[in-house]
């Protein structure tokens, strides 16, 4: 009976509209984010630049932290990402003046040294300015030897960063001052950590997995929101059709019907991403018989299913929950929101981000020992929500249940049978 039903579904969604664009959505995704295919490069030694890894060096921290307010004090103006949206930021006298105070607190500097360093750094920039226009450079910042700020003997990382607190809420929040941002600030990477990176890229992660993760990052995105729109459609579609009554006389169980939707709605939203995935696959292939390494041949199938299914999983019951209780399209609404919270509040850190958000973030290739440290988390937090939709799923079967039996009206029934009363 179940894979009769689960049948019937499939081919439903292969009539609709919306599930067709649906996949050209993830489609268009993945060929405009993720259609380059980006290979590292084993660095050699004489390079003269390898990137830049993070660093948890305090002392590091506080100086490129205070090296960037000095930098945005000093042109009056700050970039924030209080929402995910890039801001800039320009301050009235009163609280520049507070920030001139939350310099001092760090530096220690009287007044005079205070203009003195000024004075120094206004120099530099001039003859930096110089010099980028006689090699015809772009980049002011490749001409600018490296200017550190003095930084107040004996202060604390605890102390700097009660006055960076200071400086973000003057902000607004969402500035590099935040504590959260702080762990994102960096440090040139060693030839030796760069090969290290590289050789863990070729070895642990064989090249496959690496991209795998990636290719989870971007798609990820579109799955936590995308697939209530499949859930919306199949629930309202039999009220539009006017056959609710039909089915519920049905002599298929609750659980059966509501099973067979969900397990539909499954297969057809990962149908098209085990396609996609074929591509960034093929190519990974394509470079490890290239270069003579070896190749992982399930790496994408293998973070599909424990990486992107609880996407599906969870954006398919707040489809079919919510839509079964109100009648209506308020899932599309409530899981924009979250989508929105989920996906803005993580731009500040792209590679790394889990916890219990959404929509974990690994915007990398490479950063493997920061993957190594959140595999552990992200497992966690796949369960977590593949439990919460099975939760989910359950409700929706007795609410369905109970509306077959006539025991239960959605939102939408109960304010029409209200408005229906008064006009009578």
């Known amino acids: 009976m179940l894979l009769t039903l689960m049948k019937k579904e499939c081919g439903q969604y292969l009539k609709s509209v919306a599930y067709y664009i649906f996949c050209i959505c993830l489609a268009l995704d993945f060929f405009t984010q993720m259609g380059e295919f980006d290979v590292p490069t084993k660095p050699e030694e004489g390079w003269e630049s390898y990137g830049y890894v993070r660093t948890a060096d305090k002392d590091l921290i506080m100086q490129e932290t205070l090296n960037k307010l000095w930098r945005e004090y000093s042109t009056g103006s700050y970039t924030t990402y209080p929402i995910g949206f890039y801001k800039r930021v320009q301050l009235d006298d009163a609280e520049e003046e507070k920030i001139d105070q939350i310099i001092a607190n760090c530096t220690g500097m009287t007044e005079e040294e205070f203009s003195a360093f000024e004075e120094e750094e206004k120099n530099i920039r001039e003859a930096a300015m110089e010099k980028m226009l006689e090699e015809q450079s772009m980049i002011l910042e490749n001409a600018l030897p490296d200017l550190n700020i003095p930084i107040k003997e004996g202060l604390t990382f605890d102390d700097f960063c009660q006055e960076m607190k200071k400086a973000d809420n003057l902000l607004g929040g969402g500035s590099s001052y935040s504590e959260a941002n702080l762990q994102f600030t ?22 496959t997995n690496a991209y795998a993760r990636l290719f989870c990052d971007y798609i ?31 002599s298929a169980s609750s659980f059966s019907i509501i099973l067979s939707r969900y397990l539909a709605a499954v297969l057809m939203s ?17 470079y490890a018989d290239r270069i003579g390494e070896a190749y992982d041949l399930f790496a994408f199938v293998r973070h599909i299913g424990f990486w992107l299914l609880p996407y599906i999983l969870i954006t398919l019951s707040v489809g079919f929950f919510v839509t079964e209780i109100t009648d209506s399209v308020a899932a599309v609404l409530i899981q924009g929101i979250w989508w929105f919270v989920s996906v803005f509040m993580s731009i500040g850190n792209l590679v790394g ?23 552990e988390q992200l497992f966690k937090n796949r369960l977590m929500y593949t439990a919460v939709s099975i939760v989910l799923l359950l409700l929706t079967v007795l609410v369905y249940s109970k509306k077959r039996k006539g025991e239960f009206a959605s939102v939408r029934a109960r304010f029409v049978n209200r408005k229906n009363k008064l006009e009578v």
Not at 271 to 286: A, E, K
Not at 365 to 371: K, L, M, N
């Open 270 to 286: 990962l149908i098209p991403v085990l396609v996609l995935s074929c591509c960034p696959l093929l190519q990974c292939i394509y």
């Open 186 to 207: 960096t440090r040139p990477q060693t030839y030796e950590e760069a090969l290290e990176e590289y050789n863990s890229f070729i070895k642990k992660d064989k090249i």
């Open 353 to 375: 981000l889990c916890g219990w958000n959404l929509v974990p973030r690994f915007n990398s290739v490479g950063d493997y020992p920061i993957y190594e440290q959140m595999k």
């Open 220 to 250: 990820g995105i579109m799955l936590a929101m995308l697939p209530v729109f499949l859930a919306v459609g199949r629930v309202l579609r039999d009220r539009r059709a006017q056959v609710e009554q039909v089915i519920h006389m049905k």
